[in-house]
């Protein structure tokens, strides 16, 4: 797995190749925009290595990540979620639940004290913005697709580096993560002695 670092590097050359692509076709820069914030969103919040309890993606969710506990129980790591498409439209939707589990009870006591919420605009104003949901879902499958991409290719770089090679670069990651994580073990977010 290339890490953060190189996920992060594959999906700013899928932001800069994106963005290229539709400028050139005549796309609207609000559509542009959705897209570059679906790539934006997969890579730094809903990320395939969210399954990854203790993933660099799961520490920038603080205490937050106590929502992600279920799915990250459920879903092993590089399992069918890992997949673009599939896991990137399974990661968004559980983000709508966990949000509307938040939004809903906010809304149903907003509605109590007589304040209207109801949607004025009709029809057209839906498939409007829906338009845009498509755009940041298309986005994030763009991101994930050059996530799981990478992830294969590395796998596969993996296999061809001697075993003794493949131990030292082991271990001087280990050192580096022990270093990394420390803060975090201390405060107790990652149990002692588990390893990535
Ligand atoms: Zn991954």
Known sequence: MPGFVGHTIGNSIVLVGTTAVMASQGWSLADIAAVDAGIVVANFVLSPDLDLFNS????????????????AKMVKHRDAMHTPLLGTLVRWLYMAVVLSIVIVPIAIILRRMNFSMTFKGD????????????????GATLADTMHY???LV???????????????YARY????????????????????????
């Open 149 to 151: 991409a990478l992830d």
């Open 123 to 138: 029809a057209e104003d839906i498939v409007w913005y829906l338009g845009y949901v498509a755009d940041l879902l298309l």
């Open 56 to 71: 660099r993606s799961m520490d920038d969710w603080g205490w937050m990540r106590i929502f992600w506990w279920p799915y």
């Open 173 to 196: 990651a280990q050192n580096h993560y022990d270093r990394d994580h420390r803060l975090a073990r201390a405060r107790g977010f990652i149990p002692e002695g588990e390893q990535r």
């Open 154 to 168: 590395t796998t596969r770089l993996k296999r061809l580096v001697p075993r003794r090679y493949r131990e030292r």
